[in-house]
């Protein structure tokens, strides 16, 4: 019920984006910025939509991975395949919604980065668990992406807000609250459902002959005690390059107004480059899918299973990334960073301790209700710095 809520949230509010171009920021006959829409609307509108946005991105991205957490997905190369398909062939349906709008090559750099990091999202998962792995991920793609809204970092404008200081401590506070989670011990399961058998398995096995001897993960040669370390390095750095993937996108708008760069009167609004975004994403996931497949000698494991819950995992991280441009419109994503970071974390974190039952014991509660409250009051804070 609550996945469907939030499908049902994200499409409406892609719906109003879409339909309201009278609100697109589109840049004038002599590259600047044309203001007239704004005057349309006032700063208080435009605020709630960009909260209505950010909360569908929050939600979305917070559950992305639920479909999948209890169905035994191996070594993860092929359910990445599966959800960067689905994430593309929505895409097209919204490049369409928004009549095709000019493509960035450029665009697609930021889905090849994003791709590079979604290789290690089920390894992470099953390692700390849901909740623990998103949060963790969540805290280093926060820094990242913040600080190059904040400060114009790798050649984009830095983004003003009207009051800085609470942007600064809002930022702090969500960085902050992931430092916290990551004293969380999670009760997690490698193997979900260790019945489960591939419908490829390398050796010559067959259907009826498998015996779990044949290791399914390369993480199941590694000790139970050194997993954690394992999974929280390959968290932050996952982050780390989810932080960057938007960064050709706002480097292209940053340089829109510039009359000797090759992207001068592109597009200011955000969402016609999702459509770029997801080729770049779907590009990179079949070159690294191909390249296991060569690695594993044409015998890759692939769970049937794994379709469906791939599949509407896609849809779900597309229409959040869809609210998350909205919002960016709205907000801008100095603001939009740290709240949608943090919110999303603490939605993965809510999925794991309530439902997964990944945290137990009073002392990782306590810890976990302290990181909540901080990253909640990081998110307010950051959301008021642009009122």
Known sequence: MLLAKCLLSAIALL?????????????????????TPSRNSTNMTRFVYGIAANVAAVLLYGSNFVPVKRIETGDGMFFQW?????????????????????????????????????????PIVKAIGLGLGILIWGSSSLLIGWATSRFGWFGIAAEDVSRPVLNDCGAALCLLSGLIFFFVKADVQLHPNPETVPLLLDGGASSGSYRPRSSEFWMDYIAPKSRRLVGCMLAVGSGVLYGSCFTPVLYIKSHSSCRDSIFHGASLYDLDYVYALCCGIFLASTVYFAFYCAVMKSRPRIYPRVVLPGLMSGLMWTLATYCWFLANDYLSAVVTFPIVTAGYGLVAALWGSLVFREIKGLMNCFIFCLASCVALTGSLLTAISKV
């Open 15 to 35: 719906l109003a984006g879409c339909h309201g171009n009278e609100r697109r920021p589109r840049p004038g006959h002599d590259g600047t910025e044309d203001d």
């Open 82 to 122: 599966v959800n960067c398909a689905a994430i593309w062939v929505v895409s097209m349906l919204g490049d369409l919604m928004l009549h095709s709008p000019k493509f960035h090559p450029f665009a697609m750099l930021g889905g090849v980065i994003w791709a590079t990091g979604s290789i290690t999202a089920v």
